[in-house]
């Protein structure tokens, strides 16, 4: 998918590559993707006293508290002996504008280099070296 819709993928200036993978699946050729998803989630987020966040007061055992009663309630659904499958048809994605982070071109230019199978992790690490090299001198 990533190596039909390169362009897409690599030009997206967003850094979750969760987003990007939304926006690439709505944007690149939606009729032939098919996404699979959950009612239960068995991953929680404890992040609230992250960059996204604005709460003047973080309390992070609070959070995995809540998150342990949660547990509590939730467990005896967490490992089913059987999944139900449904096709449900919903509106297409829409993409929201991103969240930036991804718009150096060399980060893009690597990218499509290596979507494009011109770059091979031998040279990926030989740049960054390089880089290495370059960064200490100064």
């Known amino acids: 998918m990533i190596k039909a819709c390169q362009k897409n993928f690599c030009n997206y200036n967003d850094y979750n590559w969760d987003w990007t993978l939304q926006y690439v699946i709505a944007s690149c050729d939606p009729q ?18 992250g960059i996204h966040h604005h709460r003047k007061l973080c309390n ?3 959070e995995v508290g809540k998150i342990k009663r949660t547990l509590n309630l939730i467990l005896p659904h967490l490992f089913p002996k059987n999944v139900n499958v449904q096709k ?11 969240y930036g982070g991804w718009d150096d071109v060399r980060d893009q230019t690597l990218c499509l280099e290596i979507s494009n199978g ?11 070296k390089n880089l290495s090299v370059i960064s200490q001198k100064n």
């Open 60 to 62: 992070v055992e609070k």
């Open 118 to 128: 011109t770059l091979d992790s031998q040279t990926i690490l030989n740049k960054v």
């Open 88 to 98: 449900i048809y919903e509106k297409p994605f829409k993409p929201k504008t991103s």
């Open 32 to 49: 032939r993707f098919s996404m699979l998803s959950i009612k239960l989630s068995r991953v929680s987020h404890t992040g609230v006293c």
